[in-house]
């Protein structure tokens, strides 16, 4: 049976004498199989698995992103139960910021690139409704997607430095058979921009085998994933980043674990998508 609960005192007492481990899994809801995958995984890592599906306002830079952002709360309910999901948080923006909230947890160095630097403000309010999740949930481990693999460092330095009991486990991307990775946002695509959308992995993937080739030169590899992205005409691109995996800082050569990743505009949709080199994968 899916509990779905939307105050914070009602989620408390849920979890109060819930079996443990609990696992979290984070959402903004318009569930895809990516977020399906987080589910799974949750549910045969812990005893309890909590889903919150919250379009967290302060997390995007652009207001016009918020008001669209696709919500579909029935079928998302449909899915956790699907899922086998225990507890669902589907609270109100003033459930999660009550009145006089007024606390910002900001991460350093690694949330300033990439992501950081296009969308100002985005990871403070990523880092912000996660600490608060943490705190409310208290679970054992919490599941994120590699598809948001800056989100994951940021989320992870948090952690790490605010001594948050819970455990941040990074999972793999869930794509399309074309390569496309599923992502909500991808409704809003026109069907010439979705067939569009692949070049974003088809980018990665020609860096990806030019790395298993041998190639270790960050600019060779950023220009590739440019010359890749420029062959599709809709396609603007915002970044195309050969960084450390743990610093992000921009690469002259890769030496270690590399993220090569993109950020793409499709008429109004905006896209990332990466791919890890140099770990086993
Ligand atoms: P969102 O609802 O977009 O905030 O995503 C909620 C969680 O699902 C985040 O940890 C995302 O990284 C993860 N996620 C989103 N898309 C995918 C995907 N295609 N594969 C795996 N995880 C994903």
Request: aromatic share 4%; net charge negative.
């Amino acid at each position: 049976m899916t509990r779905v609960l939307t105050t914070r005192a009602a989620l408390r007492a849920a979890l109060a004498d819930a079996p443990r481990p609990v696992g979290l899994v984070p959402t903004m809801g318009w569930l895809h199989e990516g977020h399906r995958a987080l589910m799974r995984r949750a549910r045969a890592e812990n005893a309890t698995t909590v889903t919150t599906i919250f379009v967290n306002p302060r997390q995007f830079d652009d207001a016009s992103d918020y008001t669209r952002y696709p919500r579909a709360t029935e079928a998302d309910l449909a899915a956790c139960a699907d899922e086998g999901v225990d507890i669902v948080w589907l609270p109100s923006v003033e459930e999660v910021y009550p009145p006089g909230f007024d606390t910002t947890v900001r991460v350093g160095a690694v949330a300033k690139p990439l992501e950081g630097a296009a969308r100002p403000g985005h990871f403070e309010g990523v880092a912000t409704v996660v600490a608060t999740l943490f705190a409310l949930v208290g679970a054992e481990q919490a599941y994120f997607g590699q598809k948001d693999a800056q989100q994951v460092l940021v989320i992870t330095r948090m952690a790490a430095d605010l001594a948050l009991p819970t455990r941040v486990i990074p999972c793999p991307t869930v794509r399309e058979p074309d390569g496309l990775a599923l992502s909500s946002r991808n409704v809003h695509l026109s069907s010439t921009e979705r067939a569009a959308a692949p070049v974003l992995h088809r980018a990665l993937s020609a860096a990806r085998a030019a790395f298993e080739e041998g190639e270790r030169e960050g600019e060779v590899l950023r220009g590739l994933m440019m010359e890749v992205l420029a062959t599709e005409p809709l396609a603007q691109v915002e970044y195309a980043s050969c960084a450390d995996a743990l610093t992000l800082r921009e690469l002259q050569r890769i030496e270690g674990p590399a993220l090569l990743s993109v950020a793409v505009v499709l008429g109004t949709t905006r896209l990332i998508d990466n791919e890890l080199v140099g770990v086993p994968r």
